[in-house]
């Protein structure tokens, strides 16, 4: 074993001692269903939070539409060759004008975006403002571009607004980072203070804004948090991800024509990438078509989020989540894993997560809901868990 070995080794044996060693899971999906070890659980562990990646009836409408010369299970290059078929640019058109904006890009996936975004835009005389809970592709992002980057306490705009009055003068651009959907907490961020914040500034504060987990959710017709707050116009990079709510691949940038086609020439994720299969951009396409549609759906989840916050709340719980994903806060990384494994004995597949996605000593069990539960399964949940508790 030569030294490489022999640290690896070392490290894993202390993660394993923590009890934050991870490993893959070996699964069979059925549905809305995990198989794990000959026991069937009901998957919460999911970001399908419309239950449309486990609608069989929905995948049949689809495949019962699909004619063979849109069957193209790969674009075999990058966009910049011969990878980018007539169906890009169909879905990115539907995005500019469902969300009234100028232009879209579609990328390959969320961290191909965040990591490739910042980089694109940044030089050493711009400033990144960042949330500190924003997800670990936002933060490598930051670290692969030339800006000066900082974080601001968790949703505490106070502290923001002193760090913009600070350095705002010392910097030709800045660009404020958040999302609208916290991944680990289900908080929410506040956008409408956010815009305000950045209006002060014209010309000299960007906003950035990562909507991977309220695609799909929230809105009228599905499109995320800025819609729902009727801030679209306001948000100069406005992310976010077809891989969860959207049951599909990918990822999109709502932004003006002049960012699109600087991108287009400047995002090295976007520029040396194998684009998606054209099958996976039309299925997606129509997903698209269908969100506004959704709204039973959206308000079957946002219900049931509210029933399980409740209880939690009045059990003297902390619940910091204002949306689908409720986190169980528990402390230490066994105590989570322990919790989490009753939790599977009871037919529910949920997953402690542990350091490094979270900080030590807040370990969790993430409950992502989904609408395809029905409140008969809600009120299950909601009874072996006040057993927990």
Known sequence: MNSL?????????QLEAK???????????????????????????????????????????????LSVDRLLLSSSSSRLLTGNFAIYEELEEEL?????REAALVFNCGYHANTGILP???TPRTLVLADKLIHASLIDGMRLSSATAMRFRHNDLKHLERLLERYIDSYELVIIV????????????????????????????MLYVDEAHAFGVFGPTGLGLA????????????????????????AYLICSRAMRSWLVNKMRPFIFTTALPPLSIDWTLFILR??????????HLASMGSTLRNQLTESGLPCPSESQIVPLLIGASADAMRQAEALQRHGFYLLPVRPPTVPEGTSRIRISLTAAQTDEEMEQLKKVISEMI
């Open 5 to 13: 070995d022999t640290m690896i080794a070392t490290e894993l044996a």
């Open 227 to 250: 819609e729902a707050i009727g801030c679209i116009a306001d948000i100069d990079l406005l992310v976010g991800t077809f891989g969860k709510a959207g049951a599909s691949a990918g």
């Open 290 to 299: 269908l969100l506004p549609s959704m709204q039973v759906r959206r308000k």
């Open 178 to 205: 958040t999302e609208s959907v916290f991944s680990m907490d289900g908080d929410l961020a506040n956008l409408q203070q956010l815009v305000a914040l950045k209006r002060r500034y014209p010309d000299k504060v």
């Open 120 to 122: 694109a835009i940044c």
């Open 19 to 65: 009890a934050n060693l991870r490993q893959l899971p070996q699964l069979t999906h059925r549905g809305k269903w995990v198989e794990v070890g000959g026991h069937t659980m009901l998957n919460l562990s999911s970001n399908d939070y419309l239950g449309l990646a486990a609608d069989t009836e929905l995948h049949q409408t689809y495949l019962e539409g």
């Open 96 to 100: 500019a004008a469902r969300f009234g």
